[in-house]
C-alpha cells in the first residue's frame, strides 16, 4: 500500500507540465524528465529573442516587417509545441515514474527565476540600446500623435547617421531634464529658420503646405481643455520629407526671427502648430538629448489602421 502511494505522489499530471509549459518554454518537459529536450526549448526561445530587436535596424521596411512576423510566429509555434508536447509526455509517464535530482519544486522556481531574470535582463538591455516604450499624453503633436497613443523609439536610429528633417524625435526637455519631448526636426545644424506671418521659411524658402480634406481627421478627432478641437490639417514638404500638420483656430504663437542652427543642434516643431512647446520657447536642442526616432505606433488611441509605421 505504501508503494502504490509513493508511485501516485510521483505520478507526472499533464495539467501540471502544461502549466509549467506555459509559465517557461520547457519547463513542463523538464518535469517529465525530459530535461534535455525541455533545456533545448527552452534555449531556442531564448535566441529567438534578438532577431526581434536586430530587425529594427533594418532599413528596408518590408524586410524589417517580415522577419518581425517570422520570428513571432516561430516563438507561438515552440511555444505551442512545448505545451502540448508537454501535456503528451506526462500521460504517456507511467506512475512508476522514478523521481530525478532535478524533479524538486525549487529547482522549477530557480529555473522560473532565472528565466524571468534573463528575460528582465534582455528588456533592460532591449529599453537601454535598442527600443524604448512611450505614451504620449497631449495633443502637440496632432495628427500625427495623438493624446494616449504608445509607440516605439528606435535608439539606434542614429548610430550610423544623422537625424534628418522630418524625423520625429524623443528627446530629453531642456528646461525639465526628467521630461521627455516628442516633435519633429524642421531644420538641422547650418540651416535658417524663420516664422513671418505664419509661414515657415527654411534657408529662406518657404515651406509648401497642401490642404487635406476634413475626413483625414474623421477617426481621430480629439478634444482640448474639454472642447473640440478645431483647425485645418496639412501636408507640409520639407526637403524629402513630406508629412502633416495642424493650424488650430487658436490664435498662432506670432513671428519666430530668422536665426541659424547651431552646430551640433536642431531645430524642433510640434505637429500641433498653434499648441505646442517646442524651439520656438527653449531655442534649437542639443542632438546628445535625443533619445531616439519615434518610429513605430504599438497601441493607438484611436483608430487601429494607424498601427505600425508613423508616417
Known amino acids: 500500500m505504501e508503494e502504490e502511494n509513493i508511485q501516485t505522489k510521483n505520478k507526472r499530471w499533464p495539467w501540471v507540465a502544461v502549466t509549467l509549459s506555459v509559465i517557461m518554454t520547457g519547463l ?4 517529465c524528465g525530459r530535461i534535455v529536450k525541455g533545456l533545448v526549448l527552452a534555449f531556442i526561445s531564448c ?3 534578438p532577431f526581434i530587436f536586430g530587425a529594427f535596424s533594418v532599413s528596408h521596411s518590408t524586410i524589417r516587417i517580415a522577419v518581425i512576423i517570422a520570428v513571432l510566429l516561430a516563438s507561438s509555434v515552440i511555444w505551442l509545441f512545448a505545451i502540448i508536447d508537454s501535456g503528451y509526455i506526462a500521460k504517456r509517464t507511467t506512475e512508476s515514474y522514478i523521481l530525478k535530482d532535478y524533479n524538486r519544486w525549487y529547482v522549477y522556481v530557480i529555473l522560473i527565476l532565472m528565466g524571468t531574470g534573463g528575460s528582465t535582463q534582455i528588456a533592460f538591455n532591449v529599453r537601454t540600446f535598442f527600443l524604448e516604450a512611450f505614451r504620449v499624453p497631449v495633443a502637440s503633436n496632432y495628427p500625427t500623435i495623438i493624446p494616449n497613443d504608445r509607440f516605439l523609439a ?3 536610429a542614429y548610430k550610423n547617421s544623422d537625424p534628418q528633417k522630418g524625423d520625429l524625435i524623443v528627446f530629453i526637455n531642456p528646461e525639465n ?4 519631448y516628442i516633435k519633429r526636426i524642421i531644420a538641422v545644424a547650418g ?6 506671418n505664419g509661414e515657415l521659411y527654411v534657408n529662406d524658402q518657404k515651406l509648401s503646405r497642401q490642404k487635406l480634406p476634413q475626413s483625414t481627421l474623421d477617426d481621430i478627432r480629439i478634444q482640448v481643455s474639454q472642447a473640440p478641437l478645431q483647425g485645418d490639417v496639412y501636408e507640409e514638404t520639407n526637403g524629402p520629407a513630406k508629412y502633416k500638420i495642424f493650424l488650430a483656430d487658436h490664435k ?3 513671428d ?3 536665426m541659424t542652427v547651431p552646430k551640433h543642434h536642431c531645430f524642433v516643431l510640434g505637429d500641433n502648430r498653434n499648441l505646442s512647446k517646442d524651439s520656438r520657447h527653449f531655442g534649437p536642442i542639443p542632438l546628445g538629448t535625443i533619445i531616439g526616432r519615434a518610429d513605430y505606433l504599438y497601441f493607438p488611441a484611436k483608430d487601429w489602421s ?3 509605421k508613423i508616417m
Open 28 to 31: 513542463g518537459h523538464i518535469y
Open 47 to 49: 535566441i529567438l529573442i
Open 154 to 156: 528606435n535608439k539606434i
Open 177 to 180: 531634464r526628467r521630461q521627455n
Open 191 to 196: 540651416e535658417t529658420v524663420e516664422i513671418r
Open 252 to 254: 498662432p504663437p506670432g
Open 256 to 258: 519666430f526671427a530668422k
Open 306 to 308: 494607424r498601427f505600425g
